[in-house]
């Protein structure tokens, strides 16, 4: 399988310890600069605490090994999106050891509900050989108040990016320069007696899907699997007094 969380890669070099190189210091900079500019407007939601949380998730997949990080940062029932659809975390990583090298990833927008139960965070991954890619993990707020993932899904660029003569990437495909301006984005928040319409759900022919909603229905978000394998996260925010597309992120049938 691919995707972000079947992919061993490089060390975060943004969030390593103080034997990191003088660039990764400055990745870990630059992310600790990203989290104090997140929105907020006026809510209780809180999409600074998210990015944060996925960030510490990252670091621990490196401090701690990748597995181990993806079982502690799950909320119950939480899923991964693999090849025959959502799999609970349980039983994806029953009886599997950390690799050697884990995933590097990292937020670069997170979209939260307005009272803080629900978000979507979108990032970029790298793995050791380039490999670059794109993941969206939705986020639910556990009653000691802090975030775990309960879905995860992750794929590759399909072209990757053409890299120079170096062997380097492209600026806007390295994960850690998202860092450098993490958006965190709230639903607008309801006013007294106001009802919300409920979003327009998207029903794809051939597919299972599932969807969530926040507790005070601001944010929503639907996964899909066709037959043919295709995987699909479509998250919805309302804003200005409408529906708005948040995410709309499609992954290829995985190989083999």
Not at 78 to 102: C, K
Not at 121 to 149: C, I, M, N
Not at 178 to 189: E, F, K, N, P, Y
């Amino acid at each position: 399988m691919t995707g972000r969380f079947l992919i061993a890669t490089v060390a975060l070099g943004a969030l390593l310890s103080a034997c990191a190189s003088p660039q990764q210091q400055q990745r870990a900079r630059q992310a600790n600069m990203a989290e104090r500019v997140l929105e907020r407007a006026g809510s209780i939601g809180d999409p600074g605490k998210v990015a944060a949380a996925d960030f510490a998730f990252a670091r621990a997949a490196q401090e701690d090994g990748q597995w181990t990080a993806f079982r502690r940062y799950a909320a119950p029932g939480a899923v991964l999106h693999g090849r025959n659809g959502p799999v609970p975390v349980t039983s994806f990583l029953s009886g599997m050891d950390d690799p050697s090298e884990a995933v590097e990833w990292a937020p670069n927008t997170v979209w939260s509900s307005c009272d803080g139960t629900l978000a979507i965070s979108f990032g970029r991954f790298e793995d050791t050989e380039g490999l670059v890619g794109s993941y969206v993990s939705a986020w639910a707020l556990q009653r000691d108040g802090s975030y775990k993932y309960t879905y995860d899904l992750g794929a590759p660029d399909n072209p990757q990016p053409v890299r120079d003569p170096e062997g380097e990437a492209p600026d806007d495909a390295i994960v850690v320069e998202g860092l450098r301006s993490v958006q965190g984005r709230i639903a607008d928040c309801p006013r007294r007696g106001e009802i919300i319409p409920l979003p327009p759900l998207r029903i794809v022919d051939g597919a299972r899907q599932e969807t969530a909603m926040s507790d005070d229905k601001t944010l929503a978000w639907t996964w899909y699997h066709t037959d043919q394998g295709v995987r699909s996260v479509n998250v919805q925010w309302y804003r200005g007094g409408e529906w708005q597309d948040a995410v709309n992120f499609a992954a290829p049938p995985l190989a083999g």
